[in-house]
């Protein structure tokens, strides 16, 4: 039995689609460009995969020093564990407040004039753009060694990212739902609480706890540079070869990771 | 955030769940629209709505003319319908009415005043005059029923309560106000549900209670039932013709379908490349009529809504 469409497939001239570009010559192209870069990189980074084979001893070495950990400071570690979530916890409270005016600001359809939206960019910009170790040897100057130094340097980077991630956020909501608040005559700090903040809540809350969860693994190493926290001990025992002791602050650093982020995805998951 | 606690203990409010036994009767009569809801509204207006006119209106988009010498005077609680096809200049006619947008040219008065200066404070002072319907409902998704309808009380916050409403926190008397507009439109059970949980038909209700709230003195419509069905259109367009009539209120409404404009419009424009071509009763919509402003006879638009084979009741029920 033949298809009611049959006639369509078979009958009549073959169609003649218009021309399209052989796609090969270009994708060649794009893979010699990519190869020619990538080995430039390599040599200035004095890329020696072999030494990598040739030194495999030295590695063995290496961990053979950290399969004993030692417990003799856990304590004194496991309260710079303590401090370093701490230095999170208060870094991603200073970025959400940093952010949420940047974030409005800079956001193009709900900004009070290109140039503060420009101005709100670029500062966001400039905030995401200084790594937060930087940051922390600056206020590590300004206001001395320790984990407030740290924790200032962690939440004005985070403000930058959380800044911008609001502002994309509330780039994508649906116009409709704020010109039903709008059209009622309602001033424009009640169109944001009625019309925009319920469509960017969920989202942005969830922002903020991958953001929190990203600044555990930054302050936990943020005292490398004087920032407070469990970083310093990172820093001295492997800079001093004490192996064991290392193995220890790294072994509690992941065990910290790990349960802030299960902590964490639970109540982003929750709050969804 | 408004919560149910607050609401329940709030005094002599309309119970929020389970059927209510005054949800046919009309809660927003005349006279309880002057006593309970039009505290705001002058008190020299038992009519509300104020005489629009407009003024060989027109409104290009770069070198695209949407509306032409648009002229028309529409008088205090007239139910008007603006038909035509797509693209002849409806929805701008419409805009410049609301004032999302200014007209290139000629002028729109409302009442006293014109509609071309109004900026800032003035502006939002018009907004809240006019009660926009439109075809997504563009209510806020998110948000509970009630909260959508309190959005329509925003404007007429005073002092501290504008900040406090910042937290979504209403007091009492407003909060009372919106479960009379929900219960209006038969959703008084739906308060606390969050209002993408309801259905269409039920979404555009919201929609009226929230522009109930808002106490407009005039009532626009950008296509209110286009994405409704036949029946849903039908209860949506009996309320507003319900609720227009009750309050004395002016309707101007888009409307994509003859038939609508046929059974709910006291007066049809017809538009056509952005000029009226058609000014008069419904009853005027003869065949040369719909010729002139759609090109054609719509046939689609005459056989697709069989509105006079719904009976009343089903409409009022439900």
Redesign the interface.
Known sequence: MTSPVAGILSHGPSPKAPPRRSALGRTLLTAAALAAVMGLAGRVIELRPLELVRDVGNIGVFVKGYLHPSFAHLDEYAWQCVVTVCIALWGTLVAFVISVPLGLLGARNLSPHPVVYFAARRAMDVLRAVNEFVFALMFVTAVGLGPFAGMLALGIHTGGVLGKLLSETIENIDPGQVEGVAAVGADRLHVIAFGVVPQVLPNFLSYVLLRFESDIRSAAVIGMVGGGGIGFYLWDTIRSFKDGEAATVVLLIVAMVMCTDVISSRIRRAAI | MATGAEAASGGPEPEAAGHSPRRHRSVITQQQDAASLGSDMSPASTVASPVVVLERVGRHFGAQVALRGVTACIRPGEFVAIIGRSGAGKTTLLRCL?R?IVPSEGAIRMGGYDLRPLRGAAL?????????I?Q????????SVL?NVL??R??HLAGWR?YA????AFDAAHREAALRCLDHVGLLSRAWQRTDTLSGGEQQRV?IA?LLA?EPRLILGDEPVASLDVINGAMVMDTLRRIASAAGLTVISTLHHVEYARRYADRVLGLRAGQVVFDGPPRGLDEAALRTIFGSVPDATENDLPLDRLAEPALATN
Request: aromatic share 6%.
């Open positions: 609301s999302a939002r002072a018009h907004r809240a005059r006019v009660g926009v439109y997504q409902f563009n209510l806020v998704r998110r948000l909260d959005v329509g925003l404007p504008r409403a910042l937290a979504r929609a929230k808002q």
